[in-house]
């Protein structure tokens, strides 16, 4: 059966593509040969194509012949503008692939076609950019571009050197003529935003306050609000100009656009836009952390703490967790978090997480509740079961979880030590704890261990310990390159063998750690050299070790005092702990004052 190769394409009627595709090749390369304006008419239907028809035009090479036809009438030579603005129309529909047939649906399912953007077709759709915006060639090439930035993860990067220039103009609420093409401009720039140096060019362009004042008229029609949250969301997660530059006059926006917006992909937006715009960075940058906290005293002047907790009460889901979100991220700063306390939104965080375990909603319910720690923790264990929330997120599987939680912990036992720790002991935390110290990443190890000298500080907490036989988890740690987790788990350790107490296992465990302290002397390890001489200074109060070490360790304390690489603070604790090895017990109380009081001086002159 030979297909007539002017036969629209929708004309082909088989059973499946299988059968289909040598026809439907055919038919196209017949149409191609022809080389008249007239193939045009017959591929106009390309949107009545299926996903998988779509990706076999696409590999036999049809979106390079309808670029060429596309570049040649756009000359002055053979311009034809009707030709392009058809030709516009055949990339669009070539590239969407949203609609597919319904009588193929079971068959694409099984198969997944990356939907890219072939290369070279945005570089002529931004050269048409040119045109007049109320031209027919104008509205094609906006129509394309959409869908193949909407399609493309790999090309968003090209409209960065043209193409935003003309399309962040065209967003000026000002400009009525370009109103028809409103939605889909918005399309374009959001698809943009996505790549992050598009994001700075954007505001460069003075698209971020444009963005912001489109967004304070509420008229919108729902796609082109949710591209415009969406795009200042987007620009929300790069650069820190950007940050405060949405922050400055963007946040009212936000809080009235959740306020009053029935669009819910719109208000989910703008409230994550805000958590970034609050969110303090981890990194030792000062004008980072200066802009979140002028952000969040901002939404908090604004309103913005009642706001995001009345949304807590949303019916959508996502919604609920985008203000979760903005709450952990509001409730670094002091007086955000006691807004939060007074209102009652952390008794509602908890009780979202009593319905549900989602991954995202359980972390920043911890960060919440480690943020609001700081500041208020008696209240939580008090009035708010605090327990019983650390023992249940302490259980939850993911890191981030755990360490929010055992910062909390860390927070709550420091306030309320006490009530804590034996508390904690009788659902079963302690044992979690001792897992969490052999079973778990670096990152919470640190967090974990950071509680136990003051756990062991006191003699109940070393009960407990010994109870578990956490000694020997403990002791495992020593063997950790991470400086930190050995400095605590070393402090923790020695807590526990200078108890006035002559068991076998306290005894053993009082030599075992004094010859480890020496053999990390005799080592070539400066850091662990450096976390033991802070050790030491107390260590030495104790009249079993003094007499370990003078005779041990001292030539290698003394050598550590003249390390070219100690600071003045080791240096400093390294000559105060010979001063114990070769002073006097009786005398020990006024060396340590006179070493303290000539330490003052001299930070006193520095």
Not at 83 to 90: K, S, T, Y
Not at 401 to 428: A, E, F, Y
Not at 464 to 481: P, Q
Not at 505 to 511: E, H, K, L, T
Request: glycine share 4%.
């Amino acid at each position: 059966m030979r297909t007539d190769p002017l036969v629209p394409l929708n004309a082909l009627k088989l059973d499946s593509f299988n059968n289909r595709s040598p026809h439907l090749a055919a038919t196209i390369q017949g149409l191609f040969a022809k080389g008249t304006p007239e193939i045009i008419k017959a591929i106009m239907d390309f949107d009545c194509l299926s996903i998988i028809e779509k990706n076999y035009l696409l590999k036999i090479g049809i979106s390079d012949r309808i670029i060429y036809l596309l570049a040649k009438y756009s000359t002055q030579k053979h311009n034809c503008p009707k030709i392009i603005e058809e030709c516009c129309i055949c990339i669009r529909n070539l590239i969407d692939f949203s609609k597919p047939l319904d009588d193929e649906k079971d068959e694409e399912s099984t198969i997944q076609f990356p939907p890219k953007t072939p290369r070279g077709h945005l570089s002529p759709l931004l050269m048409l950019l040119g045109s007049k915006p109320d031209s027919d060639i104008f509205k094609g090439a906006v129509l394309a571009l959409q869908s193949a930035l909407f399609r493309s993860d790999d090309q968003r990067k090209m409209p960065a050197i043209k193409g935003l220039d003309v399309l962040i103009p065209l967003l000026n609420p000002t400009n009525s003529a370009n109103a028809p093409l409103r939605d889909h401009i918005t399309t374009c720039v959001c698809s943009c935003s996505m790549y992050e140096p598009n994001t700075d060019l954007i505001r460069s362009l003075g698209g971020l306050d444009t963005i912001i004042t489109l967004l304070s008229n509420d008229n919108w029609r729902d796609p082109i609000l949710v591209n415009l949250v969406i795009t200042l969301f987007n620009c929300s997660l790069t650069g820190e100009k950007i940050k405060a530059a949405i922050g400055e006059n963007g946040i009212p926006v936000l809080l009235n656009l959740i306020s009053t917006s029935r669009v819910s992909k719109a208000k989910q937006y703008a409230a994550r836009t805000l958590s970034h715009l609050a969110s303090f960075r981890r990194v030792n940058s000062k004008n980072a952390n200066e802009i979140s906290a002028k952000n969040q005293r901002k939404i908090l002047e604004n309103g913005g703490i009642e706001i995001l907790i009345s949304l807590l009460q949303d019916g959508n889901e996502l919604v609920q967790y985008a203000a979760v979100e903005a709450l952990a991220s509001c409730s670094d700063d002091q007086m955000s978090r006691a807004r939060v306390m007074e209102l009652g939104g952390l008794y509602e965080l908890l009780k979202l997480f009593d319905c549900c375990q989602e991954e995202i909603l359980v972390q920043n319910v911890s960060a919440a509740l480690c943020n609001c720690s700081l500041t208020f923790a008696g209240k939580i264990l008090e009035e708010y079961q605090g327990l019983t929330y650390i023992y249940k997120l302490l259980s939850f599987p993911h890191d981030t979880v755990i360490v929010n939680t055992l910062r909390t912990l860390h927070n709550c036992s420091t306030q309320s030590w006490d009530l804590v720790i034996p508390g904690l002991h009788k659902m079963g935390g302690l044992a979690i704890l001792f897992k969490l110290l052999t079973e778990s990443s670096p990152a919470v190890q640190l967090d974990a261990i950071q509680l136990f000298p003051s756990i062991t500080f006191r003699p109940a907490g070393c009960h407990l310990i010994k109870e578990f036989d956490g000694v020997g988890a403990i002791f495992k740690l020593l063997d950790t390159t991470n400086d930190q987790i050995f400095e605590h788990a070393a402090a923790s350790l020695w807590n526990i063998v200078e108890l006035d107490d002559e068991s076998a296992v306290i005894v053993s465990s009082r030599n075992f750690m004094l010859r480890n302290f020496a053999e990390i002397f005799k080592s070539d390890v400066l850091g662990k050299k450096k976390c033991m001489i802070r050790i030491m200074t107390y260590v030495c109060k104790v009249e079993t070790a003094r007499v370990f070490f003078r005779e041990n360790s001292l030539k290698e304390i003394s050598e550590f005092s003249n390390h070219p690489e100690a600071t003045f603070e080791m240096k400093f604790f390294a000559l105060l702990a010979i001063c114990y090895l070769l002073a006097p017990e009786n005398l020990l109380n006024e060396v340590e004052k006179q070493a303290l009081e000539k330490l003052g001086n001299f930070v006193e002159t520095a």
